[in-house]
């Protein structure tokens, strides 16, 4: 091999090292803009995903009038009539916004996952799981969404610049992520870390 082709081989293969490192999948943490009054608050947001409707959850907050932004896909959308008609009566408390189509990974690229869920495969497919769920969406509360936030809550760079492209802002999480529901373990988990950033003192 000539020196030519060794250095076109490693230019290349930096090339392809750059670019995956480009890519590097994140995680977008948002936090509330502060406001003039003394008290502050907490934005309270939930991902309906592929499960089934947490009537307890939902109950506790409409009872609490507590507010929230679910993040529903299509699929739980389809699979939890029940749920849906529950938090269409309660829009006041409710903001219902997009989660895609079938909980699929904002990251681009074949093979690629995150936490073992495949990413997609192309932005064509990307461009299908945030507008059909957002289709889904208003078709069902009568109510287009704005936000987006995609399965597992990551990202990767073209990821991010597409979604924007279609007209919808990223909603990330700032500090607490919980995967299992307990009504418990979220209001201490909430008071503890609400306290930690000197939310609501």
Not at 73 to 91: E, M, P, Y
Not at 166 to 194: C, H, N, P, W
Request: charged letters at 25%; glycine letters at 8%.
């Amino acid at each position: 091999m000539s020196h030519k082709q060794i250095l076109l081989v490693l230019t290349l293969t930096l090339a392809s090292v750059f670019s995956l490192a480009q890519q590097k999948p994140i995680e977008i943490h948002d936090e509330l803009a502060p406001q003039a009054s003394a008290s502050r608050r907490v934005a309270l947001t939930l991902d309906a995903c592929s499960g089934q409707y947490d009537d307890d959850l939902i109950e506790f907050l409409i009872r609490n009038r507590i507010p929230a932004t679910i993040f529903a896909t299509k699929r739980w959308l389809d699979h939890n009539s029940f749920g849906v008609s529950v938090i269409k009566a309660h829009l006041d408390l409710f903001d219902v916004e997009d989660h895609g189509e079938n909980h699929v990974p904002a990251v681009i690229g074949v093979g690629r996952k995150v936490y073992g869920i495949p990413g997609e495969p192309d932005l064509i497919h990307l461009r299908r799981e945030v507008t059909e769920g957002a289709r889904a969406i208003e078709r069902v509360t009568g109510v287009a969404p704005h936000w987006y936030r995609g399965a597992t809550a990551v990202y990767d760079p073209q990821a991010i610049a597409e979604i924007g492209k279609l007209g919808y802002r990223i909603a990330g999480f700032s500090f607490v992520r919980l995967d299992q529901v307990d009504l418990q373990e979220i209001q201490d988990t909430v008071e503890k870390r609400s306290k930690e950033r000197g939310v609501g003192q």
